[in-house]
C-alpha cells in the first residue's frame, strides 16, 4: 500500500510522533494552520468518513476520546481546541487515511 500515513505508523518514513498506543499514533502536522496541529489517526487504514461502515463505529468513538485525551495531556482542554474531519477533495482531504486534526494554541 502506498498510503503515507501507514508509511508513518509502520515507521517506515519519519514523523514528529507525540505519543502512540496500541490502536493510535498521533503526530505534528507538518503544515500546521494553528500553533497546535497534531493528526491523529488509527495505526490500521482505514479510508474517509465516506467509507466507514457500522462495524467502525467503535474504533471512531475510541478516536474521538483519543483527541480528548491528547488534549487534556498537552493542556489544552481548559482553554479549547478544534477537531476537523476533512471527507473530501473539496474540503481538503488529501490523504485517504481515516484522520482527525486538532487544532489549538490560539484564538482559531
Not at 475510541?62 to 473539496?90: C, M, P, T, W
Amino acid at each position: 500500500m502506498d498510503c503515507i500515513f501507514c508509511k508513518i505508523a509502520n515507521k517506515e518514513i519519519p514523523a514528529d510522533i507525540l505519543t502512540e498506543d496500541e490502536e493510535f499514533l498521533v503526530f505534528k502536522d507538518i503544515n500546521p494552520k494553528a500553533p497546535i496541529h497534531l493528526i491523529i489517526i488509527p495505526k490500521i487504514h482505514l479510508g474517509p468518513i465516506n467509507s466507514l461502515k457500522d462495524e467502525n463505529e467503535k474504533l471512531l468513538g475510541s478516536l474521538i476520546l483519543k483527541a480528548k485525551e491528547v488534549a487534556e495531556n498537552i493542556g489544552v482542554s481548559e482553554n479549547g481546541y478544534r477537531l476537523i474531519f476533512n471527507v473530501g477533495r473539496d474540503a481538503g482531504m488529501e490523504i485517504d487515511h481515516l484522520h482527525l486534526h486538532l487544532l489549538a494554541g490560539s484564538r482559531l
